[in-house]
């Protein structure tokens, strides 16, 4: 039996404005009023929506305390009836002095979740790790839309990460991106498009779970994000796809009974063994301390 | 070769660059010198199609009358894309200063033209309030085929990620007049100069080794072995390596726990 409820999903390829919060929490009310006005239950904004991407220094200025930060808290108070999930660079007074790029779940006027991205790209045209601290940790929680687990751009990539919320059980498994374009060949987008939706199509396929993939749009520094915002069902089915570079909002259904009859028809999840996959891992790890 | 390009998605790549670096500085006017050869012709299109044709205005700075075939050119355009064009002869302020120094070598007055055209750009710059659009290509930065604090002075280049012959392909797509593509490309520094001549090899080599080297991380013994002359791919070499200045701002000698060009970084696009 599934007790969740079909709902519709909203995906908002923005392109925010670099380093200024207030702005950026502007676009995103105004974003979660024209999803709310088509009835979505869930709004997915791309990595580091408040603040853009190639911050370098200015990450320590636009730094918020998500539980304490006025503008935070005035988004939070306007997902009454729904869910989203923001990027933000977070600042606790938990961990002072230590800057993560973050992505947090929201629902109904509530933090429900925080991921800090773990895999901080820095090398070539990404410098992360110079300005940021790594986040340590996949947990995957409970939502609305059903058991979750929250991927921040690069963690996608690294396949461990989906592996680690598919084996805790998550049916939606969301990566929020920031994502830019390289590569021109004599396709319609960049090439680097089709590697994000590879992972889409393949995580979907044997996780047997949605993957709803949020990128920007705009540029920053020169560089141009790619948008190609995307969602796969389930058994590895593209559901929709948002315009490649230009800001879009990508609306379609999400079905969390749709995972339960994924896991029937292929049993990739009854047949799992984290345990053995734990065991080795450990083997791995021991072995490579030594 | 560089990778054939889809050019429609190439020029939205590049219009909503130029929209965005616009917005960003407040800024609605553009201008850029136009020489009446291929590079200068794309990144006027690529302007007017981003900012408006009456945004952009075209400075044609012909010495003297050395070609009068580019100034033509460069007038049709600007007439076809629908921009402003004004003309400025740099002759005499380039000659007042070389009449009491007639030992300079060609190389030199060439330079002194380059850098001539940016004053004047930029001059034209805070007269419009508008900002300089730089049309170095890909294969020139590389190359350090470009006078620095000259032609290679801009506020914002969109083209410099395309290599010469990709920029071939994209004028094509925006309907550069055949008389602008088909002209050997020179940077007209004197009469009979060529860029081909200049740098001895054709574009079409130049870009293939440069692409196996940039994009294809390519060494010297693979590039070879692909099929180019040891001479060709040195030549290459040589001036990529002996160029990077051109392609870097200069050093800042550090002192302090925090220094511009060291550990002060911000973004270019830092909200203004």
Redesign the interface.
């Known amino acids: 039996m599934c007790y969740l409820f079909p709902m519709k999903i909203a995906v908002a390829q923005i ?1 925010p ?4 919060v207030e702005a950026n929490v502007g676009l995103h009310l105004d974003i979660l009023e024209k999803a709310r006005k088509q009835r979505a239950g869930l709004v997915v904004f791309p990595e580091l929506s408040l603040t853009g991407y ?5 990450a320590e200025e636009v730094a918020l305390d998500p539980a304490a930060d006025p503008r935070f808290r005035r988004l939070v108070a306007r997902t009454k009836g729904l869910s989203a999930v923001v990027g933000f660079v977070e600042e606790s007074p938990s961990d002072p002095g230590l800057l993560y790029n973050a992505a947090a779940f929201i629902a109904d006027g509530r933090i429900v979740h925080i991921h800090r991205k773990v895999f901080l790209p820095t090398a070539g045209i990404f410098e992360e790790a ?1 300005f940021f601290a790594q986040g340590r940790d996949f947990r995957a929680f409970d939502a609305p839309c059903g058991r979750t687990g929250l991927l921040v751009c690069r963690d996608f990539l690294q396949f461990g990460s989906s592996y680690v919320h598919y084996a805790a059980g998550a049916g939606v498994i969301i990566c929020v991106s920031a994502a830019p ?1 390289r ?7 960049f090439e680097t498009a089709r590697m994000w939706e590879l992972m889409g199509e393949a995580v979907s396929f044997f996780a047997t779970a949605y993957v709803v993939y949020a990128n920007r749009a ?5 560089v ?1 994000f790619a948008g190609g915002s995307f969602v796969y069902a389930p058994g590895g089915r593209l559901v929709a796809r948002a315009a ?3 800001p879009d909002l990508l609306c379609c259904a999400l079905d969390p009974a749709a995972v339960a009859r994924a896991r029937k028809a292929w049993l990739f999840k009854r047949d799992e063994k984290p345990e053995a996959v734990w065991r080795s891992l450990e083997r791995i790890v021991r072995a490579s301390e030594d | 070769m560089p990778p054939k390009i889809n050019p429609a998605f190439v020029e939205k790549v590049l219009v909503r660059f130029i929209r965005d670096e616009f917005a960003r500085c407040g800024c609605g006017r553009g201008l850029l010198g136009l020489s009446g050869g291929l590079d200068s012709a794309v990144c006027a299109a690529l302007a007017a199609r981003a900012l408006g044709p009456d945004a952009v205005l075209g400075l044609i700075m012909p010495y003297g009358r050395a070609f009068p075939g580019d100034v033509r050119d460069a007038v049709a355009l600007a007439r076809r894309l629908d921009i402003r064009a004004e003309t400025i002869d740099i002759a005499p302020q380039v000659d007042l200063y070389f009449a009491s120094r007639p030992e300079a070598d060609r190389g030199r007055r060439g330079n002194k033209m380059a850098r001539e055209r940016m004053a004047i750009l930029y001059d034209h710059s805070a007269r419009e309030a508008g900002l300089v659009l730089g049309t170095s290509n890909k294969t020139e930065l590389l190359l350090g085929y470009g006078t620095i604090y000259g032609d290679m002075a801009c506020a914002i280049n969109p083209m410099g990620d395309l290599y010469k012959t990709q920029v071939r392909e994209l004028a094509a797509h925006l309907g550069i007049p055949a008389a602008i593509r088909r002209k050997a490309p020179t940077a007209g520094l004197w009469p009979g100069q060529t860029d081909e001549g200049d740098i001895g090899l054709a574009y079409e080599e130049i870009d293939d080794i440069l692409c196996r080297l940039v994009e294809g991380r390519g060494s010297r013994r693979e590039i070879i072995e692909a099929g180019h002359a040891s001479a060709a791919v040195d030549l290459v070499l040589r001036r990529v390596r002996s160029s990077q200045f051109k392609r870097a701002l200069p050093p800042i000698a550090k002192l302090s726990t925090r220094s511009v060009g060291h550990d002060f970084l911000y973004p270019y696009d830092r909200e203004r």
């Open positions: 392109a404005k670099l380093g200024d190639t911050l370098k220094d200015l110079k374009g590569g021109v060949g004599d396709g319609d987008t705009g540029s920053e520094d020169g141009t490649a570079v230009d």
